[in-house]
């Protein structure tokens, strides 16, 4: 099974940044897209951001403007780079592999105002 490992996240105060990181192994062949989810207190888990394998990316409403996701330079790495951060953004943020589906983890995030 397709391990994916995340990393970057911390505690923080409002208007802050964060990256957050997800990494599957480079051997691994088929991830056609990596995206995050993030789950706050006593809330359903919800879409963040999305990039596909060409590039194109896909975020939510409440993130437009402040998140950015993107491939680092090793095959199978992502990055979310997280700007002016709000206590909304507080939750657990979970990685996701597309075309060899799998999930991470997961990593805290706290905003703190």
């Known amino acids: 099974q397709l391990r994916l490992e995340e990393s970057g996240g911390g505690v923080v105060q409002a208007g802050g940044s964060l990256r957050l990181s997800c990494t599957a192994p480079?051997?691994?062949?088929?991830?056609?897209?990596m995206l995050w989810h993030r789950q706050a207190p006593e809330k359903q888990r919800e879409f963040v951001a999305r990039?596909?394998?060409?590039?194109?990316?896909k975020y939510a409403d409440s993130v437009k403007g402040r998140f950015i996701i993107s491939w680092g330079t090793a095959k199978n790495t992502m990055y979310l780079q997280m700007n002016n951060l709000k206590p909304e953004d507080t939750g657990v943020y979970y990685c996701a592999s597309d075309g060899v589906f799998s999930w991470g983890q997961g990593t805290q995030v706290t905003v703190s105002s």
């Open positions: 990039v596909a394998r060409s590039g194109f990316t």
């Open positions: 480079d051997n691994v062949d088929g991830i056609s897209g």
